[in-house]
Nanobody, 114 residues
Framework: VQLQASGGGLVQAGGSLRLSCQAS????????MSWYRQAPGKEREWVAR???????NYADSVKGRFTISRDIRKKMAYLQMADLKPEDTAVYYC?????????WGQGTQVTVSS
């Protein structure tokens, strides 16, 4: 497994969670990382990304509530999620862009109860 996502769980609306994504093996760098999510019956959607310059971008639905970050030395990426809403319920996936290819993690479930 080259990308391992973790940190999901059940949280009440208004709560917070931090997702982690550990890169290993062939993935040499976490300079370009993204998070996506897929809710039941819906298409996978992009949530956030961080690029080599450190600039971060967010989907409008999470802007101001989610923060993406990375630790290059540890080859880790994070998604800090605050003020969670029931509509944030989904399986969250991390993705690394490295050596010209995309690598996906296995996903971690986030469930937000109202």
């Amino acid at each position: 497994v080259q990308l391992q996502a973790s940190g999901g769980g059940l949280v009440q609306a208004g709560g917070s969670l931090r997702l982690s994504c550990q890169a290993s093996g062939f993935i040499s760098s976490v300079n370009y990382m993204s998070w996506y999510r897929q809710a039941p019956g819906k298409e996978r959607e992009w949530v956030a990304r961080i690029i080599p310059s450190g600039e971060a971008n967010y989907a409008d639905s999470v802007k101001g509530r989610f923060t993406i970050s990375r630790d290059i030395r540890k080859k880790m990426a994070y998604l800090q999620m605050a003020d969670l809403k029931p509509e944030d319920t989904a399986v969250y996936y991390c993705k690394a862009y490295n050596r010209g290819a995309d690598y996906w993690g296995q996903g971690t479930q986030v469930t937000v109860s109202s």
